[in-house]
């Protein structure tokens, strides 16, 4: 009979223990869960906040007691382990009282979560800042809300958490500012494709500010007098007050309500002092079977280091899927099976207002990092048939390998059908296809929900001339200086250069007079050539070139080059 | 320079005409089109008969002058292509006025489409009776609308256009009755899962006649009486009146609009008159460069036959993905490439009321059919996690290879997500991935737009349990006759049963129960165990035969048994 422990209640651990028990009627089951909840909705803590998800008991998607009745799983609530006996096979665990025992293990798994990142920033020791990582936290965050009800609140931090603390926030009607550090918000996808989400914060009227550090705070105590009382004053009776906040720019920024929302580091300490590895990220080393160094320990989750699909270095994911997954795949492992986690993609996708921003694979910036070879296309295209209601345009960009085609990465932002092409994405990139084989992908099409030929079918189509040599591409970040022997031009029509929305110095010629016009064009420069998102810029360019003309051709067209400084 | 001829200006023929002229300023294009319009939007015409697309105009995407402004393409309408001369390299050309003429050609393309099948039922030759192919047809539906303002209509033949007309008619306020021979609408997905479309059709109160045939109609003219006329009736104004349709069941229907929607067969006249093989199926035989048996004739869309992409047989897949792609790559290959087109998926999907249903690869009914060994498997899942507004059930099947977990094909019905679901399998399924695989897919995970667990790795959970043994099932059709030595458990709770939702002759032990009531089943008999969806009767079926039990799940659970007869 398995004695299997598990530290940790929540995505990971609750997946191994259901799977542990499913496959084992005989097993003895321990989880140990530090805080008060077990196998909570983290991603859901957000919308609870803004008021999505009205009712906060539909994030507790199991109770200890529903854990044991259909598992028959020993849950352990308010139980903290706070060392682990590899000799012994015990663990240490300490009661909320403070008193601790020894609990023996056969197999032991670590899911220990990540925690959010406080950085060293002089002030934050107050009661109005917070982070976001659980039940209690969002209570808290609620509790703050409704005893000072601010007018303001700030957010430090343009990640998921960030952005969706960002929302709720502004969705309760507190005016809010987003600082963000680097000069874009979600890191997943590239500065080009975030310029979407800021366009989107500033439209909300948020006070998105990029390149902008916290560098302390201060609380202020609002001191309240009692009225009503004969001439003594009274003891406040709670802590109300506000922050004074300096920027890094010398700003101040008064707030009422501080969200740190930087990042999260893998929760290590334990597995540290048991002698367990800890990578260059700064995870727990696991190998493809989330087995740790000791050969009766594993662990899964935000606490471990994954092995990159494209990169095949370890990298940190902290997301709910591969956390799942791993959990499951842990339970099998630890009852004598042989499964393998086949690396990470890193798939996210995040809500910001009416946009969904999403990625999967590497991006532009760490395949540059990683000294990759990579060439890329954006398309912009309806998310279904533009001539049915409703349909919203998908920005897509598409990074792959400039000689075998293979697929490094995309991202997508839009108002529609972007979970869609990121899905597409990420299985064809999990099966090897090469950008030439998602020409051939059948995806389905009726005039609600597609077109026939998808925004991935085009991506890959324009891919595919590029590789082949069919297309020569300009991308928006070349066209800063033009040299003396290039031209700039325009294919567009003339409505869609009204208040200023063209490149200043091109010459304009819409497509469709092209061929009649010509010879206005000369033939001893390389005419760059631009439309709006890159199509008929590509009819341009074939009909240029097939004239004996030098030409290149702006892919992603003017929405590319206008989003990208947004 | 090479001069390429047309046949057909819609999907096919446009893309191709589009295509070539990117590759090739110099080449000569003519495209033919015996109707009066070129490139329109087909899949869109029952939209704007609903009222969906409200201005006409944007179902025509491209005009003869457009197409000739931005293709130099030679746009001829009201032409009718009526012989092809393969040794003089010409084709005879109809104009409207009868006059005709030869053009010659180097490449030729066919692009002719597929033809309203309609059936020789006595009496359809009448002004109310319509079909739907092209603009002129839709307005003539229109017409008839606006004329006679008709109470009641009827569509014959439930796949794609028939429900499509269904919707749209009802949409219009008319009350509809749909005529279907077979005992399901929407034949490429399997009958239990067209009984989530036949709920949602009579949900709507449209008069669903399954397993019901026309066999014949007669129109009843309405004779006008001008009645400020002095004394003589004067002629009917217009050809008004009714019409009364006899069906295989002896039943007579009253109705002022027929709609045929039976089908489609491909244009294929032209093709053998000249001599060109028509295949098994009765589509144009083309090589997989969309080549006929002559090298300087190319054929694509709907009039061909393509590779089904499972069985490798000859199919017919008249849709606009697959036309448009072969367009693309025949132009590709008139102008000296070797484009391969690698098999057809058929890859659906259609809108009814507020329900997808979607569909790739081979259904159960053709693998019966075609004898290939396979299993399936039921998934009920939440399109988005649960606890976020708006998740709404996706019933999904899969179909795989028992030994080799090869994806044969998925089904899906819902109001969300479905057209997500099956593109995912779209592409694991040309990618040749198996089920196993399908477990580790790194999908898009955020509250609004997916789980950490989508329906997609549960199934492939569920498929992966069964390849290894580690699951039993059972599946809807097999529990109609229990054996002597079989029980049937519902492992549900007592709400779940009220209203008679419970399978007669069960015990009922809800699965948190079921550990300490487990000395209250029979050890000798097999045990056939169901819950809504198979989720908690996997639970129970891993306790059962942990403790020695013989056991089945049901597969999909009682929401698949239900609605497999609605």
């Not at 395949?367 to 998310?383: G, N």
């Not at 009649?516 to 760059?528: A, F, T, V």
């Amino acid at each position: 009979m398995t004695k299997i422990v598990i530290i940790g209640g929540v995505a990971g651990g609750a997946s191994a223990a259901a799977r542990a028990r499913r496959l084992s009627e005989e097993a003895e089951i321990i989880m140990f869960e530090r805080g008060p909840y077990v196998s909570f909705a983290n991603c859901g803590l957000p919308y609870h906040i803004g008021g999505d998800i009205t009712d906060r008991s539909k994030l507790l998607l199991q109770t200890p007691d529903s854990f044991r009745a259909r598992f028959n799983v020993d849950v352990r609530i308010n139980s903290t382990v706070t060392a682990i006996n590899r000799e012994a096979k015990t663990v240490t665990v300490t009661r909320a009282d403070g008193s601790d025992y020894q609990e023996g293990y056969d197999k032991l798994l670590l899911s220990p979560g990540a925690a959010p990142i406080m950085p060293p920033i002089p002030g934050l020791d107050n009661p109005l800042t917070h982070s976001l990582r659980n039940i209690p936290d969002m209570d808290a965050i609620l509790h703050t809300i409704d005893m000072n009800n601010p007018s303001h609140a700030t957010v430090v931090g343009g990640g998921f958490i960030g952005l969706e603390m960002m929302e709720a926030l502004h969705q309760r009607g507190i005016k809010t500012t987003l600082l963000e550090m680097a000069d874009q918000v979600m890191t997943p996808v590239d500065r080009e494709m975030a310029g979407f989400v800021h366009q989107t914060i500033r439209d909300q009227e948020v006070d998105l500010r990029l390149g902008t550090a916290l560098e302390s705070a201060e609380f202020i105590p609002t001191t309240h007098v009692a009225s009503d009382d004969a001439g003594e004053p009274s003891e406040p009776q709670h802590l109300e007050g506000s922050l004074s906040l300096t920027l890094n720019n010398g700003d101040t920024l008064h707030t009422e309500l501080l969200i740190m929302a930087v990042g999260v580091k893998p929760e290590v300490t334990l597995a540290q002092q048991a002698g367990l590895a800890i990578g260059e990220k700064g995870g727990i080393v696991v190998n493809s079977t989330m087995q740790t160094q000791d050969p009766d320990i594993y662990a899964v989750g935000d606490a471990v280091e994954e092995i990159d699909f494209v990169t095949h270095k370890p990298t940190l994911v902290p997301l709910a899927g591969p956390a799942n997954r791993q959990g499951r795949m842990a339970a099998d492992n630890m009852l004598g099976s042989t499964e393998h986690y086949l690396g990470t993609q890193g798939t996210a996708i995040c809500k910001v207002f009416d946009l969904a921003v999403a990625s999967v694979g590497q991006n532009e910036k760490q395949l540059k990092h990683a000294d990759i070879d990579y060439q890329k296309v954006y398309v912009h295209a309806a998310s279904h048939a533009g001539y049915y209601p409703g349909a919203e345009i998908v920005s897509f960009k598409l990074l792959f390998a400039p000689d075998t085609g293979a697929i490094l990465g995309a991202q997508a932002v839009g108002k529609d059908g972007i979970d869609k092409r990121i899905d597409v994405m990420a299985v064809a990139q999990r099966a090897g296809m090469t950008v030439e084989q998602l020409q051939h992908l059948e995806l389905t099409y009726a005039p609600p929900y597609g077109s026939a030929k998808d925004v991935i079918n085009q991506a890959a189509f324009v891919a595919t001339n590029l590789i082949k040599g069919d297309a020569k591409a300009i991308h928006y970040h070349e066209l800063g200086a033009l040299r003396d022997d290039q031209v700039l031009l325009d294919v567009r029509n003339a409505p869609e250069r009204e208040n200023g929305q063209y490149i200043d110095g091109d010459i304009h010629i819409p497509v469709d007079e092209l061929r009649g016009r010509i010879d206005e064009l000369p033939k001893d420069k390389e005419i760059l050539i631009y439309c709006q998102v890159g199509l008929r810029g590509n009819v341009a360019y074939r009909q240029l070139v097939n004239h004996g003309f030098k030409a290149r051709n702006l892919i992603g067209g003017y929405r590319t080059y206008k989003f990208a400084t947004a």
